[in-house]
């Protein structure tokens, strides 16, 4: 921190300066997270537009198969390389301001610039699209590289020959069907408690992924002979 910097938290306090810095440190990985979320509610957009003509077939899974997991953590990953730059876009926003708010919202904001370079290749592609850049030149990088990525996730291939800037036309295929005013379910394995704030006190029980997935497919074949 600089020095002016450092004045500043001494006004603020120490109570107030620790709640500032614990809601930076949250938003550093919940917007990364939601990018995430992001894209699979694009995958269930596309998934639930597209069932009478590819039943069967879901473009989400197929992404994650043939594009994600087959590039992960390589440069060529660039969800990861987009939700880095979401994130980090996304603390200019009003109510991410308001809630780090000076000095924390610029330190924030340089540390992720920081830890970026220090990540793995997908992660670190990041800097590429916004160090020493203006914000219009961020948002454009940004922009050009959320088209590919959808370009990818509705053919479900890395290869896809869709012409990317035909996305222009629908710009909301990549947003959440949930924001932070929703409820945030945290997972932690048995007998330990989370590290995220939470104020949910009487924990469910969980399950496997094996078992929720054959719950769903249970769900959707008798749903499907309805």
């Known amino acids: 921190m ?15 300066s620790a709640l500032r810095i614990e ?15 992001k894209v699979e509610s694009a995958g269930l957009r596309l998934l639930i537009s597209r069932r009478d003509l590819l ?22 990953c660039i969800e990861e390389t987009r939700a880095n730059i979401d994130a980090f876009l996304r603390t200019r926003e009003k109510k ?8 924390f919202l610029g330190v924030l904001q340089r540390f992720m610039l920081t830890s970026f370079r220090h990540q793995l ?13 203006t914000i219009k030149e961020q948002e454009h990088n ?16 890395l290869a896809h020959g ?3 800037e035909d996305w222009s036309m629908s710009t909301y295929l990549i947003r959440s069907l949930f924001d932070i005013k929703k409820n945030i379910w945290v997972i932690v394995p048995k007998g330990r408690r989370p590290t995220v704030p939470t104020t949910h006190v009487a924990p469910f029980l969980t399950c ?12 959707i074949h008798d749903s499907h002979r309805v």
């Open 142 to 157: 940004a922009k050009e590289l959320l088209f590919e990525l959808q370009s990818q996730l509705l053919s479900g291939n």
């Open 96 to 103: 991410y301001r308001e809630a780090v708010g000076s000095p």
């Open 121 to 133: 290749p997908a992660y670190k592609k990041a800097s590429e699209y916004l160090d020493g850049l």
């Open 208 to 219: 496997s992924t094996d078992k929720a997935v054959s719950a769903l497919a249970h769900i």
């Open 2 to 16: 600089t020095y002016h910097e450092k004045n500043e938290c001494r006004l603020i306090g120490i109570r107030e």
């Open 162 to 164: 869709l012409r990317n």
């Open 55 to 76: 039943p069967g077939r879901s473009s989400y899974a197929e992404y994650k198969k043939n594009v994600y997991r087959k590039t992960y953590p390589s440069v060529d």
């Open 23 to 37: 809601r930076a440190a949250f938003f550093y990985f919940y917007l990364h997270e939601q990018f995430h979320h």
